[in-house]
């Protein structure tokens, strides 16, 4: 039997699969912490013609990070690819600029599951990254692994994953790291490894166990009920399932 095909419509999850579980994308995370402490009006009176370049395209930035909080990801795009287009006209804003415009367009594209536009991105930004600390390259590394994955390069997921993994376990960055073994499990899951993605889930869940983390253990239940399907084990794997369905939040 396929994996996930005993979920009937009215009980299947879309978990683990939608960018970053409707959970803050990695990068903004990390980005955030730049962000200006800017009351909505202020940034909406900064950007586009009310103001004139560096200010306006930073306050751009910061409009269209307001935009994708409230998932209106066609007004966050629209916002980030003008702003990307005067960059590239010249306009001077600040050394990783682009790179955070990229990266920023890409996790909308991910969020529309536009995966593969997501995972463009993400690869012109691979030459600027370079100049990135620890945990904004982890934060980029992982979106990489997550876009390889939705457009099935698993290797490449691994191979991204298990990169953005080390930095997260060295920075004692305890929820990305979590989130992030739950992306490697689904990718080892793909590629039949089902021992390496339990032994990754179950990592997963311990920690979201101890953060008491409902929304993120009804994702990562949901990667342990797929593992034991695989394994062939109906009955289990249904009691699995409910219990992800019971944590997950009404609108999930």
């Known amino acids: 039997m396929p994996i996930g095909s005993f979920w009937t419509p009215d009980r299947r999850m879309n978990l683990g699969r939608s960018s970053s579980w409707d959970l803050p994308k990695p990068w903004f995370a990390e980005d955030a912490a730049k962000r ?12 586009g013609t009310r103001a004139g370049g560096r200010t306006a395209a930073l306050a751009d930035y910061w409009l269209s990070y307001a935009q994708y909080q409230q998932e209106n990801t066609a007004e966050a795009k629209a916002i980030l690819l003008s702003t990307l287009a005067n960059v590239r006209g010249g306009l001077k804003v600040e050394p ?28 012109e930004v691979r030459g600027l990254a370079a ?10 590394l992982y979106d990489l692994a997550h876009s390889y994955r939705e457009t099935g390069d698993y290797e490449a997921a691994l191979r991204a994953g298990i990169a953005s993994l080390e930095l997260y376990r060295h920075a004692e960055a305890d929820r990305e790291t979590a989130t992030l073994e739950n992306d490697l499990a689904l990718s080892y899951l793909a ?20 953060l008491g983390d409902e929304r993120a253990l009804a994702h990562v239940i949901e990667t342990q009920a797929r593992i034991t399907l695989a394994g062939g084990d109906f009955e289990k794997a249904v009691h699995q399932s409910t219990a992800a369905l019971e944590l997950a939040p009404p609108d999930q």
Do not use: Q
């Not at 990783?96 to 690869?123: C, K, P, V």
């Not at 100049?131 to 980029?140: F, G, I, K, P």
């Open 131 to 140: 100049d990135l600390d620890d945990r904004r390259r982890a934060a980029y």
């Open 96 to 123: 990783d600029f682009t790179l955070r415009l990229l990266m920023a367009i890409s996790s909308n594209e991910s969020r529309e599951g536009n995966h593969a536009s997501a995972l463009a991105y993400l690869e």
């Open 36 to 47: 200006p402490r800017l009351s909505p009006r202020k940034l909406h009176d900064c950007s």
């Open 191 to 210: 590629l039949g490894n089902t021992s390496k993605a339990d032994e990754l889930v179950s990592s997963s869940r311990r920690t979201f166990e101890s």
